[in-house]
């Protein structure tokens, strides 16, 4: 497995921006594919965006489509969420895993290393 570590949560305000990193370490970040999902209060942890492992490929969930970014840093072991045109729907607690496989990335379990995850909390 991979230890993750998400950072870049806080409070903003709407319409506002953050950007989540998430630092990798342990087995090689390569060729994993990475992911963030977001659990709301009361909710079950959904799928937000994910990458492949050379960025060819991106997803992302229907809300966030236009105002959010993946992106990722091989070198660093580092995956990013921009998160522009923050609404307070997208309060959450935000999460990063890793996939040791290149497909069904939108799947929660595809993963099997999990961060602790970094809250956002965006306010109207």
């Known amino acids: 497995q991979v230890q993750l570590v998400e950072f870049g949560g806080g409070l903003v305000q709407a319409g506002g921006s953050l950007r989540l990193s998430c630092a990798a370490s342990?087995?090689?970040?390569?060729?994993?594919?990475m992911g963030w999902f977001r659990q709301a209060p009361g909710k079950e942890r959904e799928f937000v965006s994910a990458?492949?492992?050379?960025?060819?490929?991106?997803y992302y969930a229907e809300s966030v489509k236009g105002r959010f970014s993946i992106s990722r840093d091989n070198a660093k072991n580092t995956v990013y969420l921009q998160m522009n045109s923050l609404k307070p729907e997208d309060t959450a607690v935000y999460y990063c895993?890793?996939?040791?496989?290149?497909?069904?990335?939108?799947?929660?379990?595809?993963?099997?290393?999990w961060g602790q995850g970094t809250r956002v909390t965006v306010s109207s």
């Open positions: 990458i492949t492992w050379r960025a060819s490929s991106t």
């Open positions: 342990g087995r090689t970040f390569s060729p994993y594919g």
């Open positions: 895993a890793a996939a040791p496989v290149l497909a069904r990335l939108t799947i929660k379990s595809t993963y099997d290393s």
